[in-house]
């Protein structure tokens, strides 16, 4: 029986040490360090062969167990099931991995219980165990969720819990395939002594949830809030912890919500899953680029059609630029859904290379439809749609941008060119202005024609000839 010692930890940043200091060595934030027990607590039955023992959560052997030869080790198929949802099975690559432990982060409000309670629905249509935890809100309000998203059959259940002792104790009792936890701010465990919600709970609770997950083979969907700075909110431990670590991103006000995986030990972090909120719950987008154009100004200047890639997947969206004189000797810059310095760079090349002058203008840049954009084949989009904003002169419509900028003003080739044109094509456009160096590498597919550009000066040439 191990001792059972105390440990200091930051409450903001989850920094162990087995000193008390006023200052945190980590994060440099002061008088956080607070005292906690560092030993779990153990759950009856979780000790079974291969189950990790919970000591400093690094005891992962049972005694048995001896260091093997790579060709002793067997590689089964996972045992994966899908989730119902086409984009969701994607993000999470092709479904979900049996005794895996999957964070789902995101604002309030944003559709993370509702997501939940869908998958929950699929997986129990297909005749799988599931049981749907709340802590947050009453068997009421998740009935009156339930009402909205459809009829509900097979064997799910909803228990309203946030002791994660008998939680635990349920789950062992009644082993259901798999397990919702919404959220994981609202558990807590008797013996560690402070509130919900923080550091040592929340660490201490997904710490019980992945042995039992991992133990009995349960697929354990945790939920978690997201603080402002967009962080899952406590501690960072939380996503060491577990395999996976889903967010839900979007506007609020706009219907459409992305999944993005920002760790996922079973698939590619780089797909994204589309999906809209309507009245009935969550629904698929098999198309996002048609949504994302969907309501583009005709004409206005400031306004290019672009074409990124999210993992395997072309998107197309709209760009956005305003520029305006300005009144102060500093000029304003406001980049939203792309990167702030980005946009600097980009405006001191056009000014330096093409002799606009923008440092007498406020600019505003903004990726239309709320996504966060940060691919480099955004910059020549960016450059187009400031300098169209600059000089009034509209982009048409039927053009599709992609490139990225160099420092000297040379537009560089990007990945997957002709992946991006074949999208565009798709959606009706007809003329592509990419990289001249992409431009020699692909077929030109009829229907679209294809503007290869070297430098930034000849893309606004283009701009002037329309
Ligand atoms: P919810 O899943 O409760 O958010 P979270 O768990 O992330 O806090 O989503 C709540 C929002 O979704 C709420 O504003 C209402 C809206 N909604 C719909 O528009 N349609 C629906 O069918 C449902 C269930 C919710
Ligand atoms: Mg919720």
Redesign the pocket.
Known sequence: MAKSRTTFFCSECGYESTKWSGQCPACKAWNTMVEAPSAPARIAGTRGKGVPLAQGGSAFLAPSERPVTIDEISIEEEDRTSTGFGELDRVLGSGIVRGSLVLVG??????????LLQVCRNLALQGKKVLYISGEESLKQIKL?AL??GKITGPLEFLCETNLGKIAEVIQVTKPDAVVI?SIQTMFIEEVTSAPGSVSQVRECTNVLMQVAKGEGITTFI?GHVTKEGVVAGPRVLEHMVDTVLY?EGDRFASYRIIRSVKNRFGSTNEIGVFE?????LHEVENPSEFMLDGRPEDASGSVAACLMEGTRPIMLEVQALTSRTNFGMPRRVAAGTDYNRVNVLMAVLEKRCRLELSQYDAYVNIAGGLRMNEPALDLALVMALSSSCEDVPVDTKTVVFGEVGLSGEVRSVSMAEQRVREALKLGFDRCILPASNLRKIEAPAGIRLVGVRNVREAIGLLKAE
């Open positions: 995101g604002d309030p409000g944003i559709g993370k219980s509702t997501i969720r909205r998203i919404d939920v839900f909120m309507r009245e009935d719950g």
